[in-house]
Every structure is written in C-alpha cells, then in structure tokens.
C-alpha cells in the first residue's frame, strides 16, 4: 500500500518536472524567438556598433591670403590626444584627470573643465585631452594602451598666424566654441559639438562659415580593447574656402612699423583705396600674438598670458580703428566745411570769416591757436583757423551739424567686414539731454564745441577715413572691406560644391557707395584748402612729396582741459589725407595717442607709408620735402571732384 502510494507520488512530480520543463522550454523558445526574430535586427546593430567606430578627420581652415597672394594664415598638422568617451565603459572620466594630468602635463583645471562640458553630450562625442602631443606623450599614450584604451592619438590642423602681432586685429583668431555659444541660435543649426574650433575675433569670425570646411571620418572595427583592427570606410574631409583679403602687406609691415616706434607706442594707422572701400592696411598698436589662441591658450602659461591682456591697461586686444572713438579735433573741419557750403551757411563768393583769436560766448573765452583775420575757406583749412569754424557752426546751427553727421554716416556703423564695429558719438540736443541732465537745454556754446570737433564728438578711425576718403572721390562713401575674394572649393564624397564670391556688404540693405551730393565747385575749393595743407605753407607742410601731391588735414584732439595735458592726458594726434590731391588713389587716417601737434607725430608717420606706395607703384623712389618758399601750386589737370566732409581741430 505504501509502496503504491510512493509510487504515485514519484509518478506525480516527474510529470510536474516534465511540465516545468516543457514551461521553461516554451519560454525560452519564445524569448528566443523574440531576440532573434523580432528584436533581432536591434541587436545586431548594438552588437556591430560595439565593434564599429566613427573617427572624426578634421577639415583644415581655409588659408588666408594677402592681396598679392601670400599666404598670412594657414593651418600645421599637429598630434592630439584623443579620449574616447565609449570605451570608458561607464567610467566617470573625472576619475582619470589627475593620471593624465600628470602623465601629460596638462593642466587639472583645464582638463577638468573639459570633462565637464562634454558630461551632458552624446556619449560618442571625443574629448581633447591635449593639443599639440610631444613624441614623448604619444609614446607614453602607446605604452599604456592597456591601462587606458580609451586614449588615442589623431593628427588634427592647428592655425598658424603671423608672428609679432602682425595683423592680429584684422586676422582675429580661432578657438574652442564655448557652452555658451553652443546655446546661441546663430550656432545652433551649424553642426557644431564641443571642442569644434570657430573663428571666435576678425575675419576668421565673420567669415567662419566658408573658412570652417566639412570634417570627414574613419569607419574602423575596434577590438573589445578599442584597439582599431580594420578600416571599413573613409570619407575625405572637405577643406575650408581660401580668402584672398585686400591688404598689401608692404603697406601694412610699415603702418604697424609706425606705430611700434611712435611717442607712446599707441594708436591705428588705416590705409584704404577710396575708389572702392578696400582696405590695404589696419594697424592698431599695440598689439598680441593671436598664436595664443590656437597653440597655448590651453596651458597654464596660456592663460596667464591671456588674463595679462586682458588687465594690460594698454588694452592691446582691442582694435583701435573700429573699437576706439576719439575726438576728432580739427580733422572734423573737412565735413563742416562741404557741411557750411552745402546749407548756404557761407557761400563760394562770400566765405570769409573772422577769426578773432577766438570767440566769447556769454563768460566763457573759447579760443582759437592762432589771429588769422577774416580767411576764406581755403585759407581756414589750410591755416587750421578754429575762430572760423566756431563762427561757420553758429551759422550752421546744431540742426546743420546734425544733418551734417546724417549725411556722412557718422551716426552708423561704416558696415565693414570685421566683428565688434562701435558707433561714432556725435553731437545732439539728445546727447546733452542723457550727458548733463542738470542743464539739459542746448546753447550756442555748446553749438561751438560741436564745431570743432570737441566735448560732443568722439569718433572712430574707419569712420573718419570712410568720410575723407568719400570726399576725395567727390561724394562716394564705399563700405571698408577686407575682403575680395573667396575662392571655390570642389565637391568631394558627400559634401556639395562650394561657390566662390566677392566681397558682399554685410548689410545688403545698405547702398555701397553711399552717394553724397556735392557740388564740383563746392569740392574744388575743399580740397584745395586741403592741398595747401600739405603744399601752401599748412600745418603739414614738413611732409609734402613734389608731383605726388598729398591732400591733408592735421587734427590735435584735446583730452583735457588746458594745462593738464601730460601723460595719458596729452592731447591725441591727427593726419588724414588722400592722394594724389585731385585724382585720389589711396586715403590714409592715423592717429598716434597722447603724443600733441598732429602735424608733429600722425603727418610724418603717414609720409612713410607714402613712400612704401610710391616706389610699389611708381618703381622709383619718392621725392623728398621741397622748401615750402619754391613750391609752385600744381596745375589741376583733371576735372574737380565732389566730395563728402572731413573732420578736424587747430594745428
């Protein structure tokens, strides 16, 4: 009976086993079916994708060009080490920064920092542990390939600038695209991922988009080291578009040579073709070495050198010539003058005013440099007469002056192809209204300062060219440009044709040239008064060039009041100019800071750039100053010119 009843019982859980069994058999048959059948193709991509890797090949910048073709920027092929985030195999890479830090000689902080940006991308995007790898940090990266796989060596471009700051403010620099920047809309929708360079200051920022090329890959079978074992596929990188820019380099190796030995060693030389708004030369001073961005900036010793300009009171990261407003002095004696015969205010027969040594306007005794008696135009811009132009400006009124500035474009940006352009300041009732709100009403005291080229008017340099160079020309203001070509890139694998082009104003609601209406006789005694500058006697006389005829206008902007002027309270020095006088092939503004008599310090700094154009140009050297006493008036063999305004102070 027992027996039985064990019997059945052993009988009663082989048939449970055997439908346990048969259960987890059905089970994992479904499961498998499942995993092969249905999700079978996911898997497989997860599976081959462990295996397969996508490595980025960096697309080399554009080189940048001079006019004459030689290459200013171009890219070096340098060694990177390269950490893999997908290898890390859930490891936070913050657990690896002092290993490689030291290993590498890289600093924490930076290496740290980097780490951090990237945590929250993609878990396929690399990280840059270290530019520019010496031998002996590759080898180290290859003798410790098992202690961190994750580690790989890759040649990637690096930008290469001219050396001494040659440049660096037109050129700018490039840079790793921030967190910051990433979230911008303007970068949202360009491809970019952190650690991408971008142009980041000058023409490499504003024409980023055509020098930037298309970054290319390696598709490579890794172990399960991440060692690469085989290459599947590679796609050529597509390189940036060259830029050919318009600056003549002999013209500009002399403007900064001007600079860097000038009084103060501070100031911007700009050299423009007024026929058409290139730029042949910008030298601001002083100046840095943009190689600091592309080489060190990730170093320690970097970014020391980079918080040292930025606390260097000299400011030597910013442009001058489209960064720094300055008062204009006499130069703004050039637009008030077309200004004056534009409005009626003094006529072609009837130009005489007084000097009077100055003018009294209620209590205060503004005076003038000089007693030039009752001079016509010519002779007040030659002579450089502030009585005439505090008398010309009560006749204009502060409504001429500001049409004046309307009309010339001194209230906008000139449009050229360059980043951070500022806006002049000029002379309103609204300015006085924002600046001396305890006396906001204007006065004709007021009126004579904005005459002059004091108190209300700070402008910048590539305004005051722009405007001068306008003028020359008889009324043709151009937009200021760097650039006149960009040369065609072919399609390569995936990526399109990349058309060439020509220098585009940025704004292409802006007309180019702006077109002043002035009258020829109107512009014929202008530059004639500007002629005599130079030629008749005027306050730029030590610089003339007989049969190469300069047109000028000195300029000492006052900084403070009288008696206060030493040191960074010296008065600013002023020459703009054009030549040839009456058929204008080049302009030319400088301005050299704190250094007094613009005919003293800009004037002879410009004859030199001169010098370097005609012997480029005319294949013989330059004629020296003849004595004022035996130089003849030349003959006007072309037609007169109109032209926009100038702007000035007494010399």
Same mark, same amino acid.
């Given at each position: 009976?027992?027996?039985?009843?064990?019997?059945?019982?052993?009988?009663?859980?082989?048939?449970?086993?055997?439908?346990?069994?048969?259960?987890?058999?059905?089970?994992?048959?479904?499961?498998?079916?499942?995993?092969?059948?249905?999700?079978?193709?996911?898997?497989?991509?997860?599976?081959?994708? $462990?295996?397969?890797?996508?490595?980025?090949?960096?697309?080399?910048?554009?080189?940048?060009?001079?006019?004459?073709?030689?290459?200013?920027?171009?890219?070096?092929?340098?060694?990177?080490?390269?950490?893999?985030?997908?290898?890390?195999?859930?490891?936070?890479?913050?657990?690896?920064?002092?290993?490689?830090?030291?290993?590498?000689?890289?600093?924490?902080?930076?290496?740290?920092?980097?780490?951090?940006?990237?945590?929250?991308?993609?878990?396929?995007?690399?990280?840059?542990?270290?530019?520019?790898?010496?031998?002996?940090?590759?080898?180290?990266?290859?003798?410790?390939?098992?202690?961190?796989?994750?580690?790989?060596?890759? $040649?990637?471009?690096?930008?290469?600038?001219?050396?001494?700051?040659?440049?660096?403010?037109?050129?700018?620099?490039?840079?790793?695209?921030?967190?910051?920047?990433?979230?911008?809309?303007?970068?949202?929708?360009?491809?970019?991922?952190?650690?991408?360079?971008?142009?980041?200051?000058?023409?490499?920022?504003?024409?980023?988009?055509?020098?930037?090329?298309?970054?290319?890959?390696?598709?490579?079978?890794?172990?399960?080291?991440?060692?690469?074992?085989?290459?599947?596929?590679?796609?050529?990188?597509?390189?940036? $578009?060259?830029?050919?820019?318009?600056?003549?380099?002999?013209?500009?190796?002399?403007?900064?040579?001007?600079?860097?030995?000038?009084?103060?060693?501070?100031?911007?030389?700009?050299?423009?073709?007024?026929?058409?708004?290139?730029?042949?030369?910008?030298?601001?001073?002083?100046?840095?070495?943009?190689?600091?961005?592309?080489?060190?900036?990730?170093?320690?010793?970097?970014?020391?050198?980079?918080?040292?300009?930025?606390?260097?009171?000299?400011?030597?990261?910013?442009?001058?010539?489209?960064?720094?407003?300055?008062?204009?002095?006499?130069?703004?004696?050039?637009?008030?003058?077309?200004?004056?015969?534009?409005?009626?205010?003094?006529?072609?027969?009837?130009?005489?005013?007084?000097?009077?040594?100055?003018?009294?306007?209620?209590?205060?005794?503004?005076?003038?440099?000089?007693?030039?008696?009752?001079?016509?135009?010519?002779?007040?811009?030659?002579?450089?007469?502030?009585?005439?132009?505090?008398?010309?400006?009560?006749?204009?009124?502060?409504?001429?002056?500001?049409?004046?500035?309307?009309?010339?474009?001194?209230?906008?940006?000139?449009?050229?192809?360059?980043?951070?352009?500022?806006?002049?300041?000029?002379?309103?009732?609204?300015?006085?209204?924002?600046?001396?709100?305890?006396?906001?009403?204007?006065?004709?005291?007021?009126?004579?300062?904005?005459?002059?080229?004091?108190?209300?008017?700070?402008?910048?340099?590539?305004?005051?060219?722009?405007?001068?160079?306008?003028?020359?020309?008889?009324?043709?203001?151009?937009?200021?440009?760097?650039?006149?070509?960009?040369?065609?890139?072919?399609?390569?694998?995936?990526?399109?044709?990349?058309?060439?082009?020509?220098?585009?104003?940025?704004?292409?609601?802006?007309?180019?040239? +702006?077109?002043?209406?002035?009258?020829?006789?109107?512009?014929?005694?202008?530059?004639?008064?500007?002629?005599?500058?130079?030629?008749?006697?005027?306050?730029?006389?030590?610089?003339?060039?007989?049969?190469?005829?300069?047109?000028?206008?000195?300029?000492?902007?006052?900084?403070?009041?009288?008696?206060?002027?030493?040191?960074?309270?010296?008065?600013?020095?002023?020459?703009?100019?054009?030549?040839?006088?009456?058929?204008?092939?080049?302009?030319?503004?400088?301005?050299?800071?704190?250094?007094?008599?613009?005919?003293?310090?800009?004037?002879?700094?410009?004859?030199?750039?001169?010098?370097?154009?005609?012997?480029?140009?005319?294949?013989?050297?330059?004629?020296?100053?003849?004595?004022?006493?035996?130089?003849? +008036?030349?003959?006007?063999?072309?037609?007169?010119?109109?032209?926009?305004?100038?702007?000035?102070?007494?010399?």
């Amino acid at each position: 009976m027992k027996f039985e009843d064990s019997s059945q019982n052993l009988r009663g859980r082989i048939w449970l086993v055997q439908i346990c069994v048969v259960l987890l058999l059905t089970l994992l048959g479904v499961r498998l079916y499942y995993l092969q059948l249905v999700r079978g193709q996911y898997y497989a991509e997860i599976a081959q994708n $462990q295996r397969i890797r996508l490595l980025p090949i960096t697309a080399p910048r554009g080189v940048i060009f001079d006019r004459d073709g030689h290459p200013l920027v171009d890219s070096r092929i340098i060694y990177s080490v390269i950490l893999s985030r997908e290898d890390l195999r859930g490891r936070n890479p913050q657990t690896l920064v002092a290993a490689l830090a030291t290993a590498l000689t890289v600093d924490r902080d930076i290496l740290r920092d980097r780490f951090e940006q990237i945590a929250s991308q993609p878990a396929f995007e690399s990280i840059l542990v270290k530019q520019d790898a010496t031998p002996g940090d590759i080898a180290w990266v290859e003798a410790h390939e098992l202690e961190f796989p994750e580690l790989r060596v890759e $040649q990637q471009p690096q930008r290469r600038y001219p050396p001494n700051g040659l440049l660096a403010h037109v050129l700018g620099y490039v840079g790793e695209i921030s967190p910051e920047q990433l979230k911008q809309n303007s970068f949202k929708d360009k491809g970019l991922r952190p650690g991408d360079v971008i142009g980041q200051s000058g023409l490499e920022q504003t024409y980023d988009d055509y020098l930037r090329g298309k970054d290319g890959y390696r598709k490579v079978i890794v172990d399960s080291r991440g060692r690469i074992q085989d290459e599947i596929e590679t796609i050529a990188p597509q390189p940036g $578009q060259d830029l050919v820019t318009t600056i003549d380099l002999d013209l500009q190796e002399v403007a900064e040579e001007q600079l860097r030995t000038s009084a103060t060693k501070r100031g911007v030389i700009v050299v423009m073709n007024p026929n058409d708004g290139e730029i042949l030369a910008m030298a601001s001073a002083p100046t840095f070495d943009p190689n600091l961005f592309s080489e060190r900036i990730g170093t320690k010793a970097g970014r020391a050198e980079y918080n040292a300009l930025l606390n260097d009171p000299d400011t030597p990261l910013l442009n001058r010539a489209v960064q720094s407003r300055y008062p204009p002095g006499s130069t703004w004696k050039v637009p008030m003058a077309i200004a004056g015969l534009q409005q009626g205010a003094i006529t072609l027969d009837h130009s005489n005013l007084v000097c009077g040594g100055g003018i009294q306007i209620g209590n205060k005794f503004t005076r003038c440099m000089g007693n030039h008696g009752t001079p016509d135009l010519k002779t007040a811009i030659t002579k450089s007469c502030d009585g005439y132009f505090y008398r010309l400006g009560l006749k204009m009124g502060i409504d001429g002056i500001v049409a004046m500035v309307d009309e010339f474009d001194f209230n906008r940006r000139t449009g050229i192809d360059i980043p951070n352009e500022v806006i002049s300041m000029t002379p309103s009732r609204e300015l006085k209204r924002k600046r001396q709100p305890e006396s906001p009403d204007w006065k004709d005291i007021d009126t004579v300062y904005a005459s002059f080229g004091q108190v209300y008017d700070v402008i910048t340099p590539i305004a005051l060219i722009r405007t001068i160079a306008g003028i020359g020309i008889g009324g043709n203001l151009y937009v200021p440009h760097f650039l006149k070509e960009l040369r065609p890139v072919n399609a390569i694998g995936p990526f399109e044709l990349r058309a060439g082009r020509s220098f585009q104003p940025l704004d292409d609601s802006r007309p180019n040239p +702006k077109r002043v209406s002035i009258p020829e006789d109107f512009h014929h005694l202008v530059v004639e008064g500007m002629w005599g500058v130079v030629n008749n006697g005027g306050t730029a006389a030590s610089i003339r060039m007989a049969g190469f005829d300069i047109a000028g206008k000195t300029g000492t902007a006052q900084v403070v009041g009288l008696g206060k002027d030493t040191g960074k309270n010296k008065d600013h020095s002023w020459f703009v100019s054009y030549a040839p006088a009456y058929k204008p092939e080049i302009a030319l503004v400088a301005l050299i800071e704190n250094s007094g008599f613009g005919g003293q310090h800009a004037a002879p700094a410009v004859r030199r750039v001169y010098d370097v154009y005609y012997r480029k140009t005319r294949n013989e050297e330059p004629p020296g100053a003849l004595p004022v006493a035996k130089t003849p +008036k030349p003959e006007d063999k072309t037609e007169p010119k109109k032209a926009p305004t100038e702007i000035a102070r007494n010399q």
